[in-house]
């Protein structure tokens, strides 16, 4: 078996076609032929399965070390299919500050179809554990938080869930199976916001699952199959190209993360600084160093009091203003004015997100370039409060 960054490029071949070509075509047909009646045909209708897909399917089930792929039409119907495998009256414990997509599909959604939540913070194994009922079928997370990046153990947690007979899954979008397997610690399924690192170029929207073992993947076939949304050839051909590269970007953006946090852990503008690589004894970094790869592209920082972070965003020029993450160029984003605005204030506090924090999506650009960016714009906000104090 190669290693993961051959994978990466290789994947399993379909050895679908006689062109010699090295990429798996784009298969644009929603109908296959039957040699005869009786035939049984590896692919029949566009929706249950497609060459293009499978290859896009199998690439990353190698890669998170599952048995089997689903790549779907976006990390929100990944979500949908995955929480469609229970029933009425099935409880999952859910972590407290998922992404507010899922929120809104397990509030607004499940809900009415009658499966219950109850959300802990799933950094402290105590209350997962408290919060187990007899109808507790599974437990849902992400890694690392977004956007305070608050980290879990996915060891822990899976050996609470294996204790009482319950699913372990976790939304991997923020780390990807390069910074960490989920699978392997323990996990019995992954999810991916495919439309962030795996893609990686803000070019496509697409979710992927990955299940542990056949019985899951059956369940989560069949809702693929009969809810149906799929990822089309090209969309799988898109994220199948962006996964090659998905090595060196995310080392990149490492790279480039860690140098951001170095300046901005100098600037006298910042006043908390949220990144699980810093090494301050907290146990988001204690359990980051243990279990992942490497720290992510996504770093959040609040600015001082009194310091306009709406005049720092849109005094930036080659950070891009806009929601979103994981992909090559340079994003940031205020939380409580954007990906977080559904959030009530009282909410938005209690998740910590205050007017004051900023996330930054950090991209492959030059790290000069962003270093430079970021610090013309803390200089305008500086010397124009400074300004003001001189008016007073
Ligand atoms: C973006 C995102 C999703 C939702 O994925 P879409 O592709 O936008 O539907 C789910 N989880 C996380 C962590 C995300 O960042």
Redesign the pocket.
Known sequence: MSEFNTKLIHGQPEYDNNTGAVNVPIYNSSTYVYPNADAKVKFDYERSGNPTRSYLENQVALLENGVRGFAFS??????HAVLSIFSPGDHIIIGKN??G??FRIINDFFKRWQLEFTAVDTQNPEEVQAAIQPNTKAIYF?TFT?PLLHVTSVKQISKIAKAHNILTIV?N??LTPYLQQPLNLGADIV??????YLGGHSDV???IVVAKNENIAKLIYFNQNSIGATLSPQDCSLIRRGIQTLAVRMDRHLSNAAKIVAFLQKRPEIAKLYYPGIDDGSRDHEIAAAETNGFGGIISFELKDGLDSTKFVNGLHLIQLAV???AVESLIELPYKMTHAELSRKEQLEAGITTQLVRLSVGIEDPKDLLKDLEQSLNQLTSTSLKKEAVR
């Open positions: 976006s990390g929100s119907a990944a979500i998922i992404y997509g899922t992400e977004n939304d979008t923020f999810i991916h916001s495919a439309t962030k929207v697409a979710g979103s993450l994981g």
